[in-house]
Each structure stands twice: as structure tokens, then as C-alpha cells.
């Protein structure tokens, strides 16, 4: 069937990035570009960041963020920006990412600013050089959600990165955002697509989303998009220690029920905060 062959020519063609590649992080490319970039997204975005004090500024430290925006992730580049203008390039960065945002057009760049896979071993080896390691556990899953659950967090029951904090005994920081899920309108995640054309199988796609978006009108997939410069908010919150707060062996379903609940709270203080769509 033709349905068949796309999908096994889509597979082929989908290259599987090396575990621990991170050696393509350019601290002197970023900063060559940084003020550039960083002006750019400030007038798209207009961008609100309230904690970046509650990083440390040494050591290790897993930031954990809801997902907004789609394709475009406002939050993830915002983050990377502010990050290095706040500690300098040279503190060490990376953000996790699904494979395909590194095999499209823009995948060479992110990768001198130090995004990478969203693989487990990346993450615990960028953690033992001291990095700060931003992750979005709700992927495509959160990222694609309706517009009109903006104001939500929604991780889909994600606790990989509860592991990953425990195993390596880093602390977690949340980082909270609101504004991504105006930069379209966003109709479904559309799962019952993806399994029907089963690219959650072949792609580790669980979503093939439908939205309203320019350049393209209606859209079907998680193809990139001009956002719309719908102000983004951001607030990151005290670090958490896991076994300080928890006990030596933390219940992950408590721990993720308070982790959630509370960037919940700060998400609806967000909203409420705000007074337009778009115009923030």
C-alpha cells in the first residue's frame, strides 16, 4: 500500500542521532548571534521571565517546563535565550528535543545551541558535565494541545524525568509558561489520526495535530508554522530538592501530583493575569 511505503521511506530517511552527541553545543557561535536573536524573539514575543534566580548558578539541574506552541515552542527558544544572557554562554545548557525538530531545516542551529535528542542518555550525561538540562515531558502531547485548554498543564502522566532527577540526584526547578497556545488555533491533538496512519509506531509520533495557522490555513501534522506574536509569560520556581522533601524513596505519583499541581496554580495566575489573547 502507498500508505506503507511513505511510511517506511519516511523511517529510512529519519536518522537516529547518536546517544551523548553534545559535543555540537557552540558557545562561540552563540554568543556571535546572541543580542541578534534575542532582540528578534523580544519584539515577537515580548517576553515576561520572572525566577531566573532560582537556577542555580552552578551544578546540575533538571528545569522542567509544560509545552506550549507547537512546532514553534516559543518557551524553548525563549528559555535557551534568556538562560544565556543571564549566565553567560559558557554555563553549560541543553534542551531535549524529539528527533525530527533536529532532522528539520533549522536542526544545525539548534544543535550549536545545544539542543539534543530526547534520549535518557543524553540527558544523564550532560547532567554529569554540571549542565543545566531543560525538559518538556508532555511533548507533543502537551504541545498540541487545544487552544482553549491554554491555561492547563498537562504532562499526559509523564514521570521519566522524576527518574532521571532521582538517579541522578540533581535538583528540579519548574518553569511555568502561558502564551504558546495563542500563536495558532489549535484544534486536536489529533491521536486517533496518528494511529490510524500509525506513525506513533513508525515516527514515535502520538499526535498528528489539526490547526489554524499561517502560513498554511489548515493544517494537518506537526509541520512548523509562523506564530502569531502572542505575549509569552514565564515564571520558574524554586528549586526542589526530591529526597529533602520526599523521603529517600519518593512516591512518584505524589511527586508528580504536587509537581503538577503547583505549576498548575502558577499557570492560572498567569492567566488571570492576563488580559487579551495574543495581546497578553
Known amino acids: 500500500m502507498i500508505s506503507d511505503l511513505v511510511r517506511s521511506t519516511v523511517s529510512a530517511l529519519t536518522p537516529r542521532f547518536r546517544a551523548g552527541d553534545l559535543d555540537d553545543r557552540d558557545p562561540d557561535f552563540m554568543r556571535e548571534v546572541l543580542p541578534l536573536t534575542w532582540m528578534f524573539v523580544s519584539a515577537w514575543f515580548r517576553p515576561d521571565i520572572q525566577g531566573l534566580e532560582n537556577i542555580p548558578r552552578e551544578g546540575p539541574v533538571l528545569v522542567v517546563g509544560n509545552h506550549t506552541g507547537g512546532a514553534s515552542s516559543p518557551e524553548v527558544h525563549i528559555s535557551q535565550l534568556a538562560f544565556s544572557t543571564y549566565f553567560g554562554v559558557e554555563r553549560l545548557h541543553y534542551q531535549l528535543a524529539h528527533r525530527m525538530v533536529l532532522n528539520s531545516p533549522v536542526g544545525p542551529l539548534l544543535r550549536r545551541f545545544g539542543t539534543v535528542e530526547a534520549d ?118 524554586e528549586p526542589i530538592d526530591l529526597r529533602e522533601r520526599y523521603g529517600e524513596d519518593p512516591d512518584l505519583d505524589e511527586v508528580y501530583a504536587d509537581l503538577t499541581t503547583s505549576m498548575q496554580e502558577v499557570l492560572t495566575d498567569l492567566q488571570r493575569q492576563r488580559r487579551l489573547p495574543v495581546i497578553g
Do not use: C
Open 120 to 237: 535518557a542518555n543524553n540527558a544523564e550525561l550532560a547532567l554529569d558535565a554540571g549542565a543545566i538540562v531543560s525538559v518538556w515531558p508532555g511533548g507533543d502531547y502537551e504541545v498540541y494541545r487545544p487552544s482553549w485548554e491554554s491555561a492547563r498543564v498537562d504532562m499526559g502522566g509523564r514521570k521519566g524525568f522524576l527518574k532521571l532527577a532521582l538517579t541522578k540526584d540533581v535538583p528540579i526547578v519548574p518553569m511555568v509558561t502561558l502564551g504558546g497556545q495563542e500563536t495558532a488555533l489549535f484544534l486536536s491533538r489529533g491521536e486517533w489520526l496518528a494511529k490510524l496512519l500509525r506513525v506513533d509506531k513508525s515516527m514515535r509520533l502520538k499526535t498528528l495535530p489539526i490547526m489554524l495557522s499561517l502560513p498554511f490555513g489548515l493544517q494537518v501534522g506537526p509541520l512548523p508554522h509562523v506564530p502569531l506574536p502572542a505575549k509569552v509569560s514565564m515564571r520558574l520556581l
